[in-house]
């Protein structure tokens, strides 16, 4: 059994309150590395078998169509990981 992973972002240019508030609490738990935050959505698609490349062009419409608003949103990958590779990180 493998997925399908779609990530999508805000576009650069729609504010993202989530990423400020987290950004803004990061220095009152200690940690200042970072200058910015941007949170997106990632889901995850189960395909029975071997992704193929039909499976991944299906993922990116569903993406690009349902899973995302184009409007505001960009659809910044579709891959696929192997769940069994995956579950050993």
Known sequence: ???IVVE???KPEILDP???AIVNALPRIGIEAFSGVRQGKRFELTVDGEVTDA???AAREAAE???SNPVIEDVVSVY???AAADATR
């Open 1 to 3: 059994m493998q997925r």
């Open 80 to 82: 696929a990981v192997d």
């Open 8 to 10: 999508v972002m805000p």
């Open 55 to 57: 499976d991944l062009a």
């Open 65 to 67: 169509t349902l899973l």
């Open 18 to 20: 989530q990423g400020k």
